[in-house]
DNA sequence: ATGAAAGCGCTAACAT
DNA sequence: ATGTTAGCGCTTTCAT
């Protein structure tokens, strides 16, 4: 194959041990010996076999990163956050697609790629608790979402109920009193989009005037732009006639606020609509749009320090009881919610 | 460690051969041991140690695609294209950042992570021909994107200079007469965006009536919305006067956008728009954006595809000539050039 | 400061 | 159909 240690060690007529302390930068080599081997490892254009490397030392420096798709902003956001500050660690990412799928996030969270991986950040969506509770226990596993589940493993999220009744709040400060939620999902009670359904109902309960009836609650197959037009539509349709609409993520709010524009519905003056995810998108939107900002930097960091903990530091932090850590979130108002709040609630 | 071939073996009272076999499906193993070998794998919890059969195969099914970043969502749905595409062959896919460094392109370049996977995928910005010919021939790489280079490697890519001119003719052809555009890079003849200005010189050169002066062309920085932004905002200022922009990216299009509604400049009316790269984004705008759809799909099957055609194609194949891959792309027309072309031109 | 040799867990060639 | 064994390329005791 290659250019193996061996044939460096011969060519410069030392033994292995020489060379692999030239490569590895061991204190202990002789300037000359050190130079001499250095020459032949140009000369020879010898590169390290990392598979071997890593066999030897049980470790691989590879962490991987399971979301269900990059097409999503959100998810690409934040998997340049995990990439780039796994970098700077010395650690690199692998990363793969569940496409939202159990059986695919069932493959993950059991030990697929076993050794191959030092240990796992997945973004849960469909994925059971049963599951996790089958795992052979691997590599460490860090969850990342709004999904909630009792296993032994930490979970990085910001508290989703107190971040959409934030959001809701804002619209209800604003005066209005039919404040719909986007993005729901039919009968799945632990499911994504639970947390968020909540906040907006806590909200709303806190708000005398406010409408809370089911007609305000639009159910979306998925969690595109497109979807949050449909939903749109069809919540116009409906005659639910809201005055304000909370998305569960931006693209559906970018949709939403797309068919608002087409069937000539003012935003923000007739409908003002919030958004969740911060996505670079909602800034540039003509009309920009107001939206939760989860701090992804934040959550990367959270995920990758968690599992590196798991991983660094020795038999205690491996054993230690699972956290469930919150980074923060802001809401960020922008011209999709424009206008002075009323004086009287 | 972990549960090893052996450990299996042993409690089964079986070779690890034997166990081997069961595990890689080898089809002579009578029912009965097949059997029980499983089940003291169920039992053990056993996962191949993909390490060291990687060590031992040479081969990791693992390729690397080294991006600029994840933040620009046409790199985000290009890596998930992929992604996705790598999974049906059954490769798994490293991702990098190079944040269009030429230190770290140079880095991917020249054999980085060698042995660790089984070719590269990578899309430079700064990288030099030089950089590329220093190489040791490791791993199969394959580049993607604008640059283009006189080295031994695959390169998949549209006509840029091709797309641009059909970009440029679109709008002349709606009777745009000072088509600006945006996003050049001050000086850098070889570099990206070269192409596409050279595809916008193309089609104003073809156009008697057409202004062709270099105050219609804009410098940026960056490739964000930001630079989109601010580019149009100092075109504006300099009294170029354009009624129509087209831009080196999606990104900076809709920057663009952005500012001149800001300002009152009504999109398509006063100033048509053309953006490059069909981002989701460019398609729920409240303008939605007209735009040149590379196709990304495309894209990303050739790459892989030439990328395992050297490597599984045997030895003819690996030292085939180095191919230059041209995917197909349309014109999206979408509302930033909405309007009737005019009857003369 | 350097060398010799064991062994990480697997596959494959060879043997039975 | 199954067992034995060498060896992938590296790091790491243990010697010297």
Chains 1, 2 share one sequence.
Request: net charge neutral; glycine share 10%.
């Amino acid at each position: 194959m290659g250019i193996s240690l061996k044939d460096v060690a011969a060519r410069a007529g030392v033994s292995v041990k020489t060379v692999s302390n030239v490569v590895n930068g061991y204190r202990h080599v002789t300037p000359a010996t050190r130079q001499r081997v250095q020459q032949v490892i140009d000369e020879l254009g010898y590169r390290p076999n990392l598979t071997a490397r890593h066999l030897r030392k049980g470790r691989t420096g590879i962490i991987a990163l399971a979301l269900p798709e990059l097409g999503n902003p959100y998810f690409a956001e934040l998997a340049d956050a995990v990439i780039s500050y796994a970098a700077g660690l010395d650690y690199i990412v692998l990363l793969d697609h569940t496409n939202g799928r159990r059986d695919q996030e069932v493959l993950f969270a059991q030990g697929f790629r076993a050794r191959l991986i030092d240990g796992l950040i997945l973004s849960p969506i469909e994925l059971e608790n049963e599951d996790l509770l089958a795992r052979g226990n691997d590599a460490p596993l860090v969850l990342l979402g709004e999904r909630e589940y009792e296993a032994p493993h930490d979970h990085i999220a910001i508290d989703n109920v107190a971040a959409a009744r934030t959001a809701t709040r804002h619209l209800l400060d604003l005066g209005r009193r039919r404040v719909a939620f986007l993005g729901a999902r039919h009968g799945r009670v632990r499911r994504v989009a639970h947390l968020r359904l909540r906040g907006w109902r806590a909200a709303i309960a806190e708000s005398p005037g406010a409408a809370d009836g089911d007609e305000l609650v639009a159910a979306t197959d998925g969690y595109t732009r497109g979807d949050g037009a449909q939903a749109m539509a069809r919540l116009l349709d409906s005659g639910a006639a809201p005055d304000a609409v909370f998305c569960y993520n931006d693209l559906i709010a970018v949709g939403a606020m797309r068919t608002l524009t087409e069937r000539g519905v003012r935003v923000p003056e007739d409908v003002a609509v919030v958004g969740f995810d911060d996505i670079d998108d909602g800034r540039y939107c003509s009309t920009s749009l107001t939206t939760i900002a989860p701090h992804k930097q934040a959550i990367a960091q959270a995920a990758v320090d968690a599992l590196l903990a798991r991983l660094d530091g020795g038999d205690e932090a491996a054993q230690a009881e699972p956290r469930h850590i919150r980074p923060g979130f802001a809401l960020i108002r922008r011209e999709s919610t424009l206008g002075r709040p009323l004086e009287s609630g």
